[in-house]
């Protein structure tokens, strides 16, 4: 039986396969779990400022929520989940960051897909991250599976000191006297017209599983848009 009800943008030429099959045979008996699937989830990098952003350098904001189940319990994450069947990543993002901090209606641009085999100890799950940003004040409330939901101010500087690209990501919220670290190296790969990243989390300290490279990389998507008067 077909995934999909309407068949004909799958259609090619009409053909038939090799087996001598027409798409609706071949889906007939197609197998889906041939292969061991990964689990999709969605990772929303939310920044806030509280006037206008201008330029690089005012002080920013993330909103973070702190998990309350395995794995990773206890710590502060991105909002985020698991996108369901039927669901395109943006509408899964949507409705994971509304579930999570009650945050709703955010325009989302999508960044980069974080997949390394190692970064979730429930099953193969790769993440799609997203980045948006927000102006005032924006009030928050945990919901879902999470204990919390907060603004976090942000830092984020580079090693002056290091031979290779570190960086050393900040979050702290005095009120409640959190702080919490991450140190990212990043790994570039050049060609004239196309350059590879690369993020390795070095260290980091109350923020969960590879989150300090998923807020780094975004703010500095973040800080490019900025210097190059690209607004979201």
């Given at each position: 039986m077909a995934?999909l009800?309407?068949?004909?943008?799958f259609y090619g030429?009409?053909k038939?396969n090799?087996?001598?099959e027409?798409?609706e045979?071949?889906l007939?008996?197609y197998?889906p779990?041939?292969y061991?699937?990964?689990s999709n989830?969605?990772?929303?990098v939310?920044?806030?400022?509280?006037?206008?952003l201008t330029?690089?350098?005012q002080?920013?904001?993330?909103?973070?929520?702190k998990r309350s189940?395995h794995?990773s319990?206890g710590c502060?994450?991105t909002p985020?989940g698991f996108?369901?069947?039927?669901?395109?990543?943006?509408?899964?993002?949507a409705?994971?960051?509304?579930?999570?901090?009650?945050?709703?209606?955010?325009?989302?641009?999508?960044l980069?897909?974080?997949?390394?085999?190692?970064?979730?100890?429930?099953?193969r799950?790769?993440?799609?991250?997203?980045l948006?940003?927000v102006?005032?004040d924006?009030?928050?409330?945990?919901?879902?599976?999470a204990?919390?939901a907060?603004?976090?101010?942000?830092?984020?500087?580079?090693?002056p000191?290091?031979?290779?690209e570190?960086?050393?990501l900040?979050?702290?919220?005095?009120?409640q006297?959190?702080s919490?670290?991450?140190?990212?190296?990043?790994?570039?790969?050049?060609h004239?017209l196309l350059?590879q990243?690369?993020?390795?989390?070095?260290?980091s300290d109350?923020i969960?599983?590879?989150?300090g490279?998923?807020?780094?990389q975004?703010l500095?998507?973040?800080?490019?848009?900025?210097?190059?008067k690209?607004f979201?």
């Amino acid at each position: 039986m077909a995934f999909l009800e309407n068949l004909h943008p799958f259609y090619g030429t009409g053909k038939r396969n090799r087996a001598g099959e027409t798409l609706e045979e071949f889906l007939d008996h197609y197998d889906p779990k041939k292969y061991d699937c990964p689990s999709n989830t969605t990772d929303i990098v939310v920044v806030r400022c509280r006037e206008a952003l201008t330029h690089w350098g005012q002080p920013l904001e993330v909103l973070l929520v702190k998990r309350s189940n395995h794995p990773s319990i206890g710590c502060w994450a991105t909002p985020g989940g698991f996108v369901e069947l039927k669901e395109d990543l943006e509408a899964g993002a949507a409705r994971e960051l509304e579930e999570e901090t009650g945050v709703k209606g955010l325009p989302l641009k999508q960044l980069t897909t974080w997949g390394a085999y190692g970064r979730d100890p429930r099953w193969r799950v790769i993440t799609t991250s997203f980045l948006a940003l927000v102006e005032g004040d924006v009030p928050v409330k945990a919901g879902d599976d999470a204990d919390d939901a907060l603004w976090f101010q942000v830092s984020l500087t580079r090693d002056p000191e290091a031979s290779r690209e570190i960086w050393h990501l900040e979050l702290c919220h005095k009120e409640q006297g959190i702080s919490l670290s991450s140190k990212v190296q990043i790994c570039r790969s050049s060609h004239p017209l196309l350059t590879q990243e690369r993020y390795q989390l070095l260290a980091s300290d109350g923020i969960a599983v590879d989150h300090g490279c998923i807020i780094t990389q975004a703010l500095l998507e973040l800080r490019r848009a900025i210097e190059a008067k690209i607004f979201f």
